[in-house]
C-alpha cells in the first residue's frame, strides 16, 4: 500500500479476485471503461508477478463479462501505459479495459496505434 494512492485503498469495487480489482474509471473514454488492478502497489507492469497476471487477465475475462451484459460494446482496447512518457499519471498498475462501439470514431482502423497522433492509420492490406 501507498499513501495516497487512489488505487491501493478504492471504495468502488466492481470485481475482484485475490490478487486484483476492477473499478470504473473516473475519467471514462467510454460507457463502462474498467480499470484492472493488482493489490500489491508497484508502478511497472513488467514487475508483475505470474500469479498478479494471471488474476489481471482474469479479471479483463470478468470485465467482459460484465461489459457485455451491460452495455454491449461492439469492440474493445486493452491497454496499459508504463512511464510518465507512455502517458501513465497514476505510478500503480492498472490495465484499461475500454468498451468500443461502432461509430464511436469516423475511422478506427490502427486502434491502439493512435496513442501517438499520426501515427494511427497506415495502408491497409487488408
Not at 490478487?19 to 471514462?28: G, I, K
Not at 488492478?37 to 487477465?57: C, G, K, T, W
Request: proline share 10%.
Amino acid at each position: 500500500m501507498s499513501v495516497g494512492c487512489p488505487f491501493c485503498n478504492p471504495s468502488d469495487i466492481v470485481l475482484e479476485n485475490e490478487r486484483a480489482l476492477a473499478v470504473y474509471d473516473r475519467f471514462p473514454v467510454s460507457p463502462g471503461h474498467l480499470l484492472i488492478i493488482p493489490r500489491r502497489h508497484f508502478p511497472d507492469f513488467f514487475q508483475s508477478e505470474p500469479d498478479e497476471i494471471a488474476a489481471l487477465i482474469h479479471l479483463l475475462q470478468k470485465g467482459r463479462d460484465l461489459l457485455d451484459s451491460l452495455h454491449h460494446p461492439d469492440g474493445y482496447n486493452v491497454g496499459v501505459n508504463i512511464g510518465r512518457p507512455s502517458g501513465q499519471t497514476i505510478m500503480h498498475v492498472h490495465v484499461h479495459l475500454i468498451p468500443r462501439y461502432a461509430g464511436d470514431m469516423e475511422d478506427p482502423v490502427g486502434g491502439v496505434r493512435g496513442v501517438i497522433p499520426g501515427k494511427q492509420k497506415y495502408p491497409c492490406a487488408c
